[in-house]
């Protein structure tokens, strides 16, 4: 073995050059480009060829021995980074992919997929048979080099169009995540044929079970991934969010396994960014993946590589190569047939197989025809192998980067003209209402329950039908946890055994904790990455300083993350919260607490009541003597109301919004909870006792101590 060394001194300050220049450069020409009205990936793919051989390096040979690789340990060195740009931009991809949504739309992707491939193949055949053969590695090779051409013009850059689909804010359009599902099987298919070309080239046989070899250890990976793979990736996030307590594991673990899956699809023959897309994916399927690890993915990537990965195709675009008359008049020509090409054949796929009307047809096209870094390598590979001449490997290059810069502008201009169908603007609102939204962030929950002596009780009933209700809504993964006595862990491990019974259908994971201070191990547990606290308080301890009990006032108080507690004294044994009353006065906490009550409205005969109270002029405003500052009051509540009235009927949740006036608010409240006859109250809060006493607000106590029925309280 080999003695493991570094690249030398010199060749890592290069580096560092080019990375600080070649970022600095993508992001200011990004910035601009945005500004203009166009996608950042515009100008990050300028910047690599104003600085490259195109342009400053020719003019000034001094500066560009710094920014263009010399010599080959420089060019894998900056080649291995920009890769990481193409693994974390495919990785975003892959967990912004929706299956369920591609499912609805696989008959217009395969459509899509496979007319753009066999026109695009077949036009590229022909054009590659009758080029000249200057531009042919080896003019012996014809049949090779047309076969190549083919397989190059059918290929897109998945990496480009994902970024201009996020770019353009289409990722999460039905045609956006139907190019994204078309282009990931160009991209397969067109790496299979890459692999057979490639071993034509090499001398090797090709036959009927080398190809059978390609093709199945393509749907063996596929098959891999979506069984063990899918049960690696919970069972890895289950472990590390339960067991490991350091700050950005969840990160981590994702970028570990888009390494190792990358890994594979590199060793199966195929490129590295398939396995990062197809773990994205999968991550993008478990809910316990928590946003915030996304955004810090997205700020890693956009930030910083993704940049850099464009950057360092531009840098390989020599635009002097073809200055001879000749050689523009075959670019111009091989940049027609790619687009022609791609554009027909995904047009007549969506037309005849997907059944799509005019525009969304054209559109595919316009996204497919991008070529970018991936026609790039595509060509790298080809002229290693001898297949092109350097003037054909430039050519190739230069249909890349056209075909890239067309798309964005093409793009744009189409999907002005198609108009979202009913369901997919509904999906569409649906989704922008729910950013940021509690419920839509909600999935893993700790419900800590005291340890009893007598079988559970309605409040672990109770707390079981809330959250049974939410499950409907987002996927929810529940950890209930007891607190036992330094060495009684064994009955702890019997009481939530017990317990467990009453959350059918859900699948508790148990925990016991032995410890001497409860509301501490409580504490300790959720800063686990958990998303909500779920608290019964059934009774109440006397006690001017407690508002729940002790324990309950201590954990709500210092928690992290949002706390529910369900305030429910002796009641009904089958209970289900058919009308839900929120109380709101236009605040974050007021309209989590609505979230909360759209979530738990399951039924079609479930209504949520919103009211809003308007405290009284003579009482509050003694010098609006014109009534102008309480019809100012009406005029915001009945909007507060009307608001969030429309994202309940969104969701599909009957909703009422009441505005009443009066100087005690919390008694209209508790005066509408009777005469509606509701059969909960959601209240939202926004405090933290510092101390370890809570205290909510008078009103919100008042509505707690006083209710006709079981109290919500929301403290976010």
Known sequence: MQPFTAASHHDVLVLLVQLA?????????????????????????????????SLLSTLAPALGVWIVPQTPVQGYLLEGVALLGAMFLLLITGLETDIGLIRRHARTAIGVSWGGILVTFSTGFLLGAGL???????????????????????????????KVLIDLDLIRRDVGQTIIAAGMNDDTVGWILLSIVAGLASGQSIGAGRIALIVGSVLGFLLFSITIGRWLVRAALDFVQDRVVSPHRTLT???????????????????????????????????RAAAGMRDTIEGIAFGVFTPIFFAVAGLKVDLHRLAEPRLIVIALLVIAVATVGKVAGTYLGARWIGRTDHWRALSFGAALNARGAMEIIVATIGLNLGILSQDMFSIIVLMAMATSFM????????????????????RLEQETLARGSLIAGLHRVLVPVRQRKEEPGDAQSMEATILERLATRTSLTLTLLTVAPVGERAAGVSFLQRVAGRFTGMRPVRKVVESAHAGNAILDEAKKGYDLILLGAAERETGAATLFTPLIDYVVGLSDCPTIVVRARPWRASWSPRRILVPTNGSVAAR??????????????????????????????????????????????????????????????RTHGLVRQGPVPEKLVLDAALAKEVDLIVVGASVRGRTGQLFLGARVEHILNHAPCPVIALNI
């Open 21 to 53: 220049v070649l970022l600095l450069s993508a992001r200011a020409l990004g910035e601009l480009a945005r500004r203009t009205g166009q996608p950042s990936v515009l100008g990050e793919l300028a910047a690599g060829i104003l600085l490259g051989p």
């Open 132 to 162: 000249p053969d200057a531009l042919l590695g080896d003019p012996a090779q014809r049949l090779v080099f047309s076969l190549f051409v083919a397989t190059a013009m059918s290929i897109s850059a998945i990496p480009v169009i994902a």
């Open 253 to 287: 673990l994702v970028v570990t396994f888009m390494f190792g899956w990358a890994a594979i699809t590199q060793a199966l023959q195929l490129e590295a960014v398939l396995g990062a897309f197809v773990i994205g994916i999968l991550f993008g399927q478990v809910p």
């Open 407 to 426: 798309t964005p502008f093409a793009l744009r201009w189409i999907l002005a003209r198609v108009t979202p169908d009913a369901e997919e603007a509904r």
């Open 592 to 653: 989590r607490a609505a979230e909360l009550a759209f979530a738990l409205a399951g039924g079609e005969e479930d209504e949520v009541l919103l009211l809003q109270v308007v405290t009284s002029a003579e009482t509050e405003h003694h010098l609006d003597l014109t009534g102008e500052v309480l019809e100012r009051q009406l005029t915001i509540a009945h909007r507060v109301v009307d608001e969030l009235r429309q994202l309940g009927e969104l969701g599909g949740v």
